[in-house]
């Protein structure tokens, strides 16, 4: 109800009070001990405040308390022992918080009937105490994004009643005992993901048939997968990237046909993709990158895009071709398979994924023309097609790309004049940002939260490849270089107006640069070396406000150096191999008449003939002309009727000189 204030002590005279719900406003302050009156309380909720302080010790005093919740407000110190005598406490909340400190070695001891306990994202420090483990009801524990330390304790098997476990996002470490689910076999979610936990997944775990979530991401777990994770018929998903698993995938995982999310990324595994994968019909997204698999990508993959809607398979041994079987209806938004040896041509089954908003098959073999096709999927957004052997003209006259983002051809064989319609059809880079109070990033919504659709993506940027592993909704670039691009380049390219990265060096590009790219508000690197390109550097290049990074060298620019704004800032690297630039930074002064340049229309050549010039060069040759035409009139007699008229003008203009006289 948007209510602010604090809270009055008053509040403690309503003793039959059982329910306080209070959450999701902007109260202040700290809570008035006055309310230790409000004996019959059940559920009390101050989440979302702005409440300060410790939490008070008298919150142990309300006997029939079974919710309480202070998440997301302001209080520290520690976790009051008192709480221990909530016996009848089912939910606790502290998420959000500053709190510090230790759990108290015996503040669960009474919590015998406690069915629920979340204390998530405080700054909890310490080990969990094992007095945690004698509350047998227990169904819900939540600790996660705290600072908890030390090993997960065995006596946490003795919660035989949790159906919900989460300990991720601490610095807990040390090996899981083996033994340690014997007794959970009504566990369903297990998340330990961002821990530093080490040693091997426990036999144990095989146990918990009803498991439905497992998290071992981002740890330092090893050993390989055994053939009993099969026993987990239930499972949806299963995350065990980042750590030093090895060993191949096992073939049982074709049991688990209710999964819908496998991540085994940035491991050790070895061997082929298992056929038996294909028969999971429910999988919707499905990681292997960063292994050392091999062999070729199993055809039936491609049957699985009816269902799968994101596939990354990069930085692995595959080889062979693409599957070229993506079905009519395909699901897929994201498709990574860079930095491989894949070879032949771009399936073009492809352009059935009608969701398709990444697509980054950089770094393989690839042998084909310009995609042109794609231009179909009007949900693109990102296309890498860098460091392959796709050749020819880049075509797309047909076609438009009205939601390309980013797009890196670089490093292929293009060739050919700069394509303008396709500048022209990238409408989502021509339209100009919408300003936002707080950064958005490229995600998906998938069922339980969201997806990065642009993960660990590599672009050469303000001259360095850099790995994004967030791709912000407002960023953009282009990225041409290093093929065997010719001509000038196009002025609607300064049509570009949210660009931020434009990469067109190493091509054959001749020609001016055109004035236009001072109009590019939003860029802040742009790289023209290598090419050909001649006439003066803009003086509409000072309008680059954000630009950081500037390479012009190794071309054939002549004239002084524009300085202002951000063009002072660079040094001689972004010029070199321009022979005929003069000026700062370059240690090379401009004589007077090219210090000062003069003044042509934005988009003529700058090398072009000065209109004064021009004018006296008319007057000369008339004058010239005119002379030699009335000397050889004049000594011929040639032609007669030219010699009547000037005669006749001759005695006209003496006549009335006489008069004047007279």
Known sequence: MDLTGTIPSQLGNL?????????????????????????????????NNSFSGEIPSWFGSFAKLQ?????????????????????????????????????????????????????????????????LFKCKELTFLSLFSNSLQGSI?????????????????????????????????KLQVLSLNGNQISGSIPSSLYKCKELRYLSLWNNSMEGSIPIEIGNLTMLQSLFLGYNNFKGTIPS??????????????????????????????????????????????????????????????RMNNFHGKIPENFAEGCSLKNFLISNNQVEGSLPR??????????????NNYLNDTFPNWLGILDQLQVLDLRSNRFYGKVDSSDVTFTRLRVIDLSRNNFSGYLPVNFFKNLHAIREENEKKAKPEYMEDVI??????????????????????????????????????????????????????????????????????????SELESLDLSSNKLHGRIPTEF??????????????????????????????????????????????????????????????????GLNWKFSILMGYGCGLVLGLSMGYI?????????????????????AEKVKNRTL
């Open 15 to 47: 003793s039959f009070l059982a329910y306080l719900y209070i959450h999701n406003n902007s109260f202040h302050g700290s809570l008035p001990i006055e309310l230790t009156n409000l004996h019959r309380l059940k559920y009390l909720n101050f989440g």
């Open 67 to 131: 919710g309480l919740f202070l998440y997301r407000n302001n209080f520290t110190g520690v976790i009051p022992s008192t709480l221990g005598n909530l016996s009848k406490l089912e939910m606790l909340s502290l998420y959000s918080n500053s709190l510090q400190g230790h759990l108290s070695s015996g503040m669960f001891d009474n919590l015998s009937k406690l069915q629920g306990l979340d204390l998530h994202e405080n700054q909890i420090s310490g080990r969990i105490p094992k007095s």
């Open 153 to 185: 304790p065995s006596e946490i098997g003795n919660l035989t009643m949790l159906d919900i476990l989460y300990l991720n996002q601490n610095n807990l470490k040390g090996h899981l005992e083996s033994e340690i689910f014997d007794n959970m076999s």
């Open 252 to 313: 049982v995982i074709k049991n688990i046909i209710s999964l819908e999310m496998i991540d085994f990324s940035v491991n050790n595994f070895t061997g082929q993709i298992p056929s038996s994968l294909c028969n999971l019909s429910s999988l919707m997204a499905l990681d292997l990158s960063n292994n050392r698999l091999d062999g070729t990508i199993q055809e039936c993959v491609g049957n699985l895009s009816s269902s799968l809607f994101y596939l990354d398979l």
């Open 349 to 362: 089954s492809l352009g059935n994924c009608k969701d398709l908003k990444l697509l980054d098959v950089g």
């Open 447 to 520: 069922p339980g939260g969201t997806i990065n659709i642009a993960p660990g993506l590599f672009f050469t940027t303000k001259g360095l490849e850099t790995e994004f592993e967030k791709l912000l909704t407002i960023w953009t670039a282009i990225d041409f270089s290093s093929n065997q691009f010719s001509g000038e380049i196009p002025k609607t390219i300064g049509e570009l107006h949210s660009l931020i990265a434009l990469n067109l060096s190493h091509n054959c590009l001749t020609g001016p640069i055109p004035s236009s790219l001072g109009d590019l």
């Open 542 to 607: 000072t309008n680059l406000g954000f630009l950081e990074v500037l390479n012009l060298s190794h071309n054939n620019l002549v004239g002084p150096i524009p300085h202002g704004k951000q063009l002072d800032t660079f040094s001689n690297d972004s010029y070199i191999g321009n022979l005929g630039l003069c000026g700062l930074p370059l240690s090379k002064s401009c004589d007077n008449d090219e210090g000062t340049p003069a003044k042509f229309d934005r988009d003529d050549d700058e090398d």
């Open 633 to 653: 009139v004049f000594t011929t007699g040639r032609p007669w009727w030219f010699i009547k008229i000037y005669v006749r003008v001759q005695q006209r203009f």
